[in-house]
């Protein structure tokens, strides 16, 4: 045996000075909550591939709101869910559209909440997909008025920040230019900068209605595949003014995550997406894995990947065991 010998082990015996070396801390001011709005009262209906999230008529989402700022998380981010679907998905650009009523009940009653917006139409058109649609393809440059629009009526509702999610080319340049035209030049823009054409997504289309009527999104989302073309997404809505750039999903992208942290100096987001979360609620139910240290570890995972956000559904789970501090 070498004499002296190093013992990694010796940092690793007692819980003070583990505490002490982690090189990593989840807290709760890095996470954001998402929540889907629906038209009505009273309603809170469970999603079935989400246990524990809900589609929350406007009353019920400002309570869910109050309850999550009072846990300390510092934002939640608005999907909504419209009355009804057409080809260009108007309700998503309407002044009483289901995002803008929850936007400005949010801001009225839980006023130090950050409120930030899903920017897409998905959820609002026919078709289901997050652009304009002619002869059977999604077109690109006629998409970007229309997400121009949806963004500025944020705005206008009084969104915090808003997050372009649809992959459109330009989308941040149009949506800044519209911003500031309409006089928001403060109002900064969460770019989904890194988002694949991932099946992860296949609850929250459950969630939002918002699964495409033919074809899939890879036209427009990145093949799973790719990390130099994500590089290229997340350099182009930098340059064309995005404020925070995301990656998405979270967990099977760790690398493009701290792949984007070394190379961008811009504040990083993830989003732990909603099959990511159903996965560990489910294999939590079924007693095959720890879900309160699975999820702890997945967060804590993300965050050491490198990102500053994580946008989670676990965000008020997260929270209360922070605050119980058995997060550790
Ligand atoms: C809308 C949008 C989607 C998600 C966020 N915004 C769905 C999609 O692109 O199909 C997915 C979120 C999740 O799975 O939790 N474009």
Request: with cysteine.
């Amino acid at each position: 045996m070498t004499h002296p010998m190093f013992r990694p082990r010796r940092l690793r015996e007692k819980q003070l000075l583990r505490k002490m070396v982690r090189e990593t801390a989840l807290a709760v001011d890095d996470l954001v909550y998402p929540l889907f709005a629906v038209h009505g009262r009273g309603v809170r209906e469970p999603i079935p591939s989400m246990p524990g999230q809900f589609r929350l008529a406007i009353d019920e989402l400002v309570k869910e709101a109050k309850d999550a700022a009072g846990m300390g998380i510092p934002a939640v981010l608005l999907f909504g869910l419209p009355a009804e679907k057409d080809p260009r998905g108007s309700e998503a650009y309407a002044d009483d559209g289901i995002v803008q009523q929850a936007v400005r009940a949010v801001k009225d009653r839980v006023p130090d909440l950050l409120v930030v917006t899903d920017v897409c139409l998905c959820q609002y058109t026919s078709h289901g997909h997050c652009g304009i649609v002619e002869d059977g393809a999604v077109r690109n440059d006629p998409t970007l008025e229309l997400l121009a629009r949806v963004a500025v009526s944020h705005a206008e509702a009084g969104a915090d920040m808003v997050a372009p999610s649809d992959m459109m080319d330009g989308r941040v340049g149009a949506i800044r230019e519209a911003l500031d035209e309409a006089s928001y030049t403060d109002t900064p823009i969460m770019a989904y900068s890194a988002k694949y054409a991932s099946s992860f997504y296949g609850p929250f289309r459950d969630a939002a209605g918002s699964a495409p009527q033919f074809g899939d999104r890879r036209s427009y989302q990145l093949d799973p595949a790719n990390a130099l073309e994500a590089m290229r997404e997340i350099a182009l809505d930098i340059d064309e003014g995005a404020d925070i750039v995301m990656v998405k999903p979270a967990l099977p992208y760790l690398d493009i995550i701290s792949r984007a942290k070394a190379e961008f100096g811009l504040p990083l987001a993830a989003y732990s997406v909603s099959g990511e979360y159903a996965m560990i609620r489910a294999a939590g139910r079924l007693g095959w894995l720890d879900e309160e240290r699975a999820m702890l570890e997945a967060l804590t995972a993300i965050r050491r990947a490198g990102a500053d956000l994580v946008i989670t559904y676990f965000a008020k789970d997260a929270a209360r065991l922070m605050e119980r501090g058995t997060a550790r």
